[in-house]
C-alpha cells in the first residue's frame, strides 16, 4: 500500500494506494474523503477544492463523511479536522492501511469535547474499502439515543446500469 502527501489546489492532501483502489483527503478541505478511484473511474462526488451550495446543502462537500445526530455540515466544517495516514490490524493479523479523518468537537454546545475519528482502510491489491468509526466521548455528559451517519455522494457516471452499490442497514 502506498501513501503520500502531496499539494493540489494550494491544499495539502493525503493519498493511499493498494494497487486497485486510490483514494484521497484534505483537512483543509473538509473532514471526508473526497477522491476514490477504481479501475480509472472516480467515484465520488465532491466540490474540491472549496465546498459549495448543492441541492439544499449550503455548505456542501461531497465524498464520505460522518456526522453525529444534531450537527450538520456547516457545524463540523467549523470545529478542527486533522487527517493522518493509519494502520489497523484485524482478528485475522491483516494490517489495514489508509486515513484517519478525526474531528474534535470544541464550538458545538451539545457535543463540545466529542472527539470523532473515521478510519478509511484497504489491504494490499483487495478493490475493497474499509470503513469504520472511533467515537471518544469526553463531552461531560452521557451521549445518548444519537444516530451517527455516513454520507456517500457518489458519482456513478453516465451509464446508470453499470452502477451498483451496496449498503447494510442501520439495523
Not at 493525503?14 to 474523503?33: C, H, K, M, Y
Request: glycine share 8%; proline share 5%; with cysteine.
Amino acid at each position: 500500500v502506498q501513501v503520500e502527501k502531496t499539494i493540489k489546489d494550494d491544499l495539502e492532501v493525503l493519498t493511499v494506494d493498494n494497487g486497485e483502489i486510490r483514494f484521497s483527503a484534505s483537512a483543509q478541505f473538509a473532514p471526508s474523503i473526497f477522491s476514490v478511484q477504481y479501475k480509472g473511474h472516480e467515484w465520488m462526488d465532491s466540490p474540491f477544492p472549496k465546498p459549495a451550495p448543492k441541492s439544499w446543502w449550503n455548505p456542501w462537500f461531497g465524498g464520505i463523511a460522518g456526522l453525529v445526530e444534531g450537527t450538520s455540515l456547516n457545524s463540523i466544517l467549523k470545529e478542527k479536522s486533522s487527517i493522518d495516514f493509519a494502520e489497523k490490524k484485524d482478528s485475522k493479523g491483516n494490517v489495514w492501511k489508509g486515513i484517519r479523518v478525526s474531528t474534535r468537537y470544541e464550538k458545538h454546545e451539545i457535543f463540545k469535547g466529542l472527539e470523532i475519528h473515521k478510519y478509511f482502510l484497504v489491504l494490499p491489491g483487495v478493490p475493497v474499502l474499509c470503513h469504520t468509526t472511533e467515537i471518544v466521548q469526553n463531552m461531560g455528559s452521557y451521549l445518548h439515543n444519537k444516530n451517527f451517519y455516513t454520507g456517500c455522494f457518489l458519482n456513478p457516471g453516465t451509464e446508470l446500469k453499470k452502477s451498483w452499490g451496496s449498503f447494510q442497514s442501520e439495523r
